[in-house]
């Protein structure tokens, strides 16, 4: 006699079961519950790294807008470069690395301007002003270029003194270490806790739905204490002024789940937005910025947000 066979399932798993005969052994028996057993961890295993698969994608930040997006809120903020007549930048040799400062005060650049026509009287220099997120680009440019020579780039912005002094003192009432400060702060940002805020101009997803208030930077100390001095002053007095490295602001607008932060504009942008054309093409995308910036625009105050800091004291 011969075994006889019917398909069942256990556990889900589909398998064939032999009906017993005489002439059917309990070693088939054996072997085929062990197939089974086999078959279950496999499909345990295989649930159970699906599950984690998919945990691990919940903890992804969600990020509201790109790296890219991020620099073109710099728009609002010229550097200013020494150049040659023909525009060319100049950037200062020291071995094999080229400095190419970008100042974010006029008056230091001319200050420089001035310094290096005495030097070379030949020379003909000139200041030129770019907007932040454009002259970032073309210095990476640059960089690729130098590197194929053997040389290197460096374009460091160049605060006020005034700025990085200020920026210091309220670093330190927070407990950071001159090492810290000055290994962790390039490019000091200003802003307060809470945030200031100006009124958004683009719906919170929907047209029926309140439009987000923008959360500011500022790019200098005397920027922010002119905002602070619009603020009712009622709210005034829980305004605790805040500052930050460029490159932590930067990373915060990124990693926010909401494209909910404005650099404000600099008071030379304020000046050459009526002057160079380039400038009024540099406008910032409404979706990134508020419309109608000025300086006469009155701040809010808003609560905490996550604010943008240095490396551990």
């Given at each position: 006699?011969?075994a006889?066979?019917?398909?069942?399932?256990?556990?889900?798993?589909?398998?064939?079961?032999?009906?017993?005969?005489?002439?059917?052994?309990?070693?088939?028996?054996?072997?085929?519950?062990?197939?089974?057993?086999?078959?279950?961890?496999?499909n345990?295993?295989?649930?159970?790294?699906?599950?984690?698969?998919?945990?691990?994608l919940?903890v992804?930040?969600?990020?509201?807008?790109?790296?890219?997006?991020?620099?073109?809120?710099?728009?609002v903020?010229?550097?200013?470069?020494?150049?040659?007549?023909?525009?060319?930048?100049?950037?200062?040799?020291?071995?094999?690395?080229?400095?190419?400062?970008?100042?974010?005060?006029?008056?230091?650049?001319?200050?420089?301007?001035?310094?290096?026509q005495?030097?070379?009287?030949?020379?003909?220099?000139?200041?030129?002003?770019?907007?932040?997120?454009?002259?970032?680009?073309?210095?990476?440019?640059?960089?690729?270029?130098?590197k194929?020579?053997?040389?290197?780039?460096?374009?460091?912005?160049?605060?006020?003194?005034?700025?990085?002094?200020?920026?210091?003192?309220?670093?330190?009432?927070?407990?950071?270490?001159?090492?810290?400060?000055?290994?962790?702060?390039?490019?000091?940002?200003?802003?307060?806790?809470p945030f200031?805020?100006?009124?958004?101009?683009?719906?919170?997803g929907k047209?029926?739905?309140?439009?987000?208030?923008?959360?500011?930077?500022?790019?200098?100390?005397?920027?922010?204490?002119a905002?602070?001095?619009?603020?009712?002053p009622?709210?005034?007095a829980?305004?605790?002024?805040?500052v930050?490295?460029?490159?932590?602001v930067?990373?915060?607008?990124?990693?926010?789940?909401?494209?909910?932060?404005?650099?404000?504009?600099?008071?030379?942008?304020?000046?050459?937005?009526?002057?160079?054309?380039?400038?009024?093409?540099?406008?910032?995308?409404?979706?990134?910025?508020?419309?109608?910036?000025?300086?006469s625009?009155?701040?809010v105050?808003?609560?905490?947000?996550?604010?943008?800091?240095?490396?551990?004291?």
């Open positions: 006699m011969t006889t066979a019917y398909r069942f399932q256990i556990w889900g798993i589909p398998v064939t079961k032999p009906v017993i005969t005489p002439a059917a052994s309990m070693r088939q028996l054996h072997q085929s519950l062990r197939i089974v057993s086999i078959k279950y961890r496999l345990q295993v295989a649930k159970l790294l699906l599950v984690a698969a998919s945990l691990q919940a992804v930040p969600v990020q509201a807008i790109t790296e890219a997006d991020a620099l073109k809120k710099l728009a903020v010229p550097v200013f470069v020494l150049t040659d007549s023909k525009g060319v930048p100049l950037p200062i040799a020291k071995d094999k690395t080229l400095v190419l400062p970008l100042y974010l005060e006029r008056a230091k650049a001319e200050a420089e301007l001035a310094i290096l005495k030097a070379n009287p030949s020379l003909l220099a000139k200041l030129v002003a770019i907007p932040l997120n454009d002259m970032t680009t073309k210095v990476k440019q640059l960089q690729l270029q130098l194929d020579k053997g040389r290197t780039l460096v374009a460091p912005v160049i605060s006020s003194p005034a700025d990085r002094q200020q920026a210091g003192l309220m670093l330190k009432q927070q407990g950071f270490s001159d090492k810290k400060i000055q290994e962790g702060l390039a490019v000091p940002v200003f802003f307060t806790k200031l805020s100006l009124a958004g101009t683009e719906p919170a047209a029926t739905a309140p439009a987000i208030p923008k959360l500011m930077f500022f790019m200098s100390y005397a920027s922010l204490q905002a602070i001095a619009k603020v009712p009622a709210k005034r829980s305004l605790e002024p805040q930050a490295d460029l490159s932590a930067l990373r915060q607008i990124i990693q926010s789940p909401q494209d909910r932060y404005v650099i404000f504009p600099t008071a030379d942008y304020f000046q050459l937005v009526q002057k160079q054309p380039q400038f009024k093409q540099q406008r910032p995308d409404p979706k990134g910025q508020p419309q109608r910036l000025s300086p625009q009155t701040p105050s808003q609560p905490p947000g996550p604010a943008a800091a240095l490396p551990a004291k």
